[in-house]
């Protein structure tokens, strides 16, 4: 049941901005050793910087740091010192092809999850929260995400069961949600695209054929993810059902929220969803309808994927046809997804990246009045 009492944010960017130039040159010289550790978190504050005032300038109701510290989406220092404890030192082919066709090697649990120690676990929040004043939130990977590193035959030497891998991840972002918290973030967003999988008909006939019992996986996995925010008031609750946002603009996979709406979205209990609704390839609005009367659904109709900017009157017509499904005043706007959600970014120009945020906030004034209602 929705508990935020926010005012809803109805022009909204998921996460990842495209990154300056000068910020992927000085990465590649920092893991070159021709960068110090210094020099580079000064290029990255500068990138920080820049996101900000993008945001600011085109009219976003609630904005990030454009995850310019990470790696990729799922790289803060949290989690490299997870994945660190994570992947150990071995990795297996994906049995599912991704849209590249390309085989995929993911790395492995082989080692038990433990808290990270000595360092500073802000990642960037409270830089972000002093250099602006608007409201801002962060992201963070849903602990369901780490399913995938999860092996039936070569994790078990460090957990029993994928569950108890699962909830020690959880607890694990529990405390940096809680941490955030503390330290005044008031808007968390998880990231979660392995339920988007779970609509791609390919993707579930694989785990069936490993004896996967989705149904079991769905209300195990919108438990754990919906607990991350156990014991947090005055925070809004989000979280992105990604479809998958690859390198060069590819996608992971494909088919509409129809085929795990029914079970997941009553199951999760947050105030915010965002919602990927592109292409063809996403599904019709029906599953609006199971999402909890009171929940934000956060449509994001405007492509990372590529520079086409969409046509305001198309984007608006859709927004009334999913108004049709889900009140008016229980939706709001974004992108599809990030615009970098690894470093090199999708193929859209930083002109694109503009003009596609203008689009959000500009229909955003137009639909729910100058306020973004």
């Known amino acids: 049941m929705p508990t935020g009492t926010m005012a809803i944010a109805r022009a909204e960017n998921v996460g990842s901005l495209l990154r300056p130039p000068q910020l992927l040159e000085a990465a590649l010289g920092r893991a070159n050793g021709e960068v110090t550790a210094e020099e580079l978190a000064k290029i990255q504050d500068a990138a920080v910087l820049e996101a900000i005032s993008l945001q600011e300038s085109v009219g976003l109701d609630v904005l990030t740091d454009g995850e310019m510290r990470r790696e990729a989406w799922a790289m803060s220092p949290f989690v490299l010192d997870c994945f660190d404890r994570l992947a150990g030192a071995r990795s297996y082919p994906a049995s599912v092809k991704q849209a590249t066709d390309e085989t995929t090697v993911m790395p492995v649990v082989t080692r038990r999850v433990s808290p990270p120690t000595g360092r500073d676990l802000d990642d960037g929040y409270r830089f972000l929260r002093e250099n602006t004043d608007r409201r801002v939130k962060f992201t963070l990977p849903a602990p369901s995400y780490h399913r995938r590193f999860w092996s039936d035959t070569l994790s078990r030497n460090a957990y029993d069961s994928c569950e108890d891998y699962l909830t020690d991840v959880r607890d694990w972002v529990r405390g940096v949600a809680a941490r955030l918290a503390a330290a005044g973030c008031d808007y968390i967003q998880l990231d979660a695209p392995n339920y988007g999988s ?11 054929a490993a004896g996967h019992d989705l149904d079991a996986q769905l209300d195990f996995d919108a438990a754990l993810d919906s ?35 029914d079970r997941l979205f009553p199951a999760l209990s947050v105030d915010v969803m965002l919602l990927e609704f592109d292409s063809d390839r996403a599904g019709d609005f029906g599953p ?20 086409t900017v969409e046509n305001d009157k198309e984007i608006t017509a859709r927004l009334e046809s999913a108004a049709e499904v889900k009140p008016l005043g229980e939706l709001a706007l974004s992108t599809q997804c990030g615009f970098a959600s690894v470093a090199g970014g999708n193929p859209a120009t930083r002109e694109a990246q503009r003009a596609k945020l203008e689009t959000v906030a500009r229909i955003a004034r137009q639909v729910w009045g100058g306020e973004h209602g």
């Open 288 to 307: 609006l309808a199971t999402v909890p009367a009171g929940t934000t659904a956060v449509l994001g109709l405007l492509t990372t994927k590529n520079a």
């Open 227 to 261: 607990s991350v925010f156990a014991g947090l008031s005055g925070v809004t609750r989000a979280i992105h059902l990604c479809r998958g946002n690859l390198p060069g603009g590819a996608w992971f996979s494909s088919g509409g929220y129809a085929a795990i709406a």
């Open 198 to 208: 779970l609509c791609d008909a390919r993707i579930r006939e694989h785990h069936r």
